[in-house]
């Protein structure tokens, strides 16, 4: 059990002119959510927007970019530091090639479409080769000429049809496809454009030529190889301004969007002719750091604590290792920062829900191997796969690739717990083998295992009537177990929220729950509830008599409509029994019908493995959905309803990442420029 990291409003004020020195430290610093001004003491100050600079900045930044797209990306090799927002922009605008880019990447442009032009016109010139004679036959002052590839059956449709235009002429080559020249006279276009539309079919016309085809392809090829070679002294030429800016603009373009976003910061700023000042969140355990630092490279700045009444940002310290089920929480709702993240107790708890709903080897190997290939596929992106396409286009429509490495990421130690279970229950893929084990433990080893488990191999037995009543127990137990952690974790919120009252009444509910489940185990035991003949069960009805005038103190008389719900919350735990009878039964029939069939000759043998591979298939795919589903479901109803409120606001503290440049901090300490190592830019 954790609780959201401690959060601390704070105030901070300075010399106006060392606003943005001070939000860049900020921004480096990465551990204030920089908030409005609270009214009380935005009504003394006044807003002073810098919008003038800021629009040159974003200006200057939409320059940089720009550049930056036009430019292939090379290596930066070191980091840049600048000092101000001045000492950037005056970096920014010393980098004058935009005329030379400009003119480069529209000869690019330009020699790109020329190339492609020359290209599509030698295939089709090399389609007209079967004309033997100078293609300027095709120039004509009365008709145009077009060129398709035809079907044979597409062309002879085309054929008949062309016969009702008067002076058309058609000349063709090839089997299937057909090559065809097509000469109409200008005064038939329209007929022919009609004629061609109802075919279906598609020409383009021929451009004028000059020359046997052998002679116009070597022209095109020499123009085309002339272009090529144009485009790639272009190529050279961008690549060199590339090699001498690229870096700099990397550095320029990180600093100066890194400004930007100080200037929507300070907006929220108040000023006087002289200070600024501004209003945020930080963790308590980052107030220090935050101070030391602002005292250590800021002249006149002072960090102040803040009275507060609002709500605090909420940061989640979950263990790193079990980071990842934080999402299954935040689906749920994020939790308020004055009440327990149940991240952990979730993290400890749906694995086993998970696990003991299957309990089956086979169905946890399976399941384990597919979350283990998730994971590789997802950090590891790229190579092949069994998994078709439409399949892939699918699952991307339903998560994204992290989304499921975090669900993969959660069944794995679900799918180990299921394969312990298995192991108990002697299920592989509802099969028995254990006995076969015990059976050769004892022969070699003379262990003398109990007969039980040589002849029947199961430790627990889920459908026998002793391991039926065994496991609807324990799950009665983990059902009064989780209801009751949920209830004390309910009191100790109310405690911090400053709530008493509300105390007695999750103390009442409590009461109720152990009441009444001990009066039940009595009834199953046979004993004597009879609070004159016994004293303990008097005690037991005590409980729930004085639960029932603590919930009316707590939470008033109306709450006591709600008795029942305590009951079925713990009984809804029995369906971790339900759904892994329901898995173990589907399983047993099916393997009872493959096995009947394969002993009845070949035909039903082929039917009875049909039967086992997609009844075995249908079953993994429930035994890898139902308990997920039902394992949040038991979490967030039953669990997270007796203490959990959610409704909570992420914290989200000012910063970014720094590749390029160095920080504010960087340069007051070392006032030099730090290489790097070397990284490919993407522009």
Sequence with gaps: MLKPAAMQRVGVVGSREERQHVVSILHDLGVVQIEPLSEETAALLRADAEAAASKEVSEELLRVRSLMSALPATKATERKGFSSTKEVMEASKSIKIDSEVASLKQ?????????????????????LEFIDADLGVLNLESADSFFASLPADAFGQLSSSLASIPGVMVQSAGGDPVRVVVIVPKVALE????????????????????????????SLEANRKMAESELA??????????????????????????????????????????????????????????????????RSTVVFDIPSASRPPTLMETPKRLRFFESFVRFYSLPQSNE????????????????????????????????????RRVEHPGGKTLVPAALRRFARNIFKPAQFRKLAMAMVPGSIIGIVFGFIFNAYFGFH???????????TFSLNLPKSLVTNGAILDPISSSGLKTLLLLSG????????????????????????RHIFGKLGWLFEAWGIALVGLTVLHHGDVNPLSNTLAGGYIGLVGAGMVLIAYGEGGQALIELPSIVSHILSYTRLVGILLASVALALVVDTLFLGDISSGPAYAVMGVVILVMGQLFNLILALFEPGIQGARLIYVEFFSKFYHGQGRMFTPFRGRRTYTMSRMEISTKGRVVPAEPVTVTA
């Design 107 to 127: 000869s690019e442009e330009r020699l790109k479409s020329r190339i492609d032009e020359l290209k599509a016109r030698e295939a089709l010139v090399r389609s």
């Design 191 to 218: 007929k022919f454009g009609s004629i061609v539309q109802a075919a279906n079919v598609r020409l383009e016309r021929v451009p004028p030529m000059t020359g046997a085809a052998p002679k116009v392809l070597a």
């Design 233 to 298: 002294k272009v190529a050279d030429g961008l690549k060199a301004l590339s090699d001498k800016y690229y870096g700099v603009l990397s550095s320029v373009e990180e600093q100066l969007h890194i400004e930007a976003r100080i200037y929507e910061v300070i907006n929220h700023f108040g000023f006087t002719e002289t200070s600024f000042v501004m209003e945020g969140w930080v963790p308590r355990k980052s107030e220090a750091a935050l101070k030391d630092a602002l005292a250590l490279h800021s």
């Design 340 to 375: 327990f993240d149940p991240t952990v107790i979730f993290a400890f708890t749906f694995p086993v829900f998970f696990g003991l709903m299957f309990g089956d080897v086979g169905y946890g190997l399976v399941i384990l191997g597919v979350s283990l290939w998730i994971i």
């Design 433 to 443: 083998f254990n006995q076969y084990l015990y059976s050769y433990l004892n022969s």
């Design 477 to 500: 137990y983990i059902g009064l177990f989780e209801v009751s952690m949920g209830l004390v974790m309910g009191m100790v919120n109310k405690y911090w929220e400053g709530e008493t």
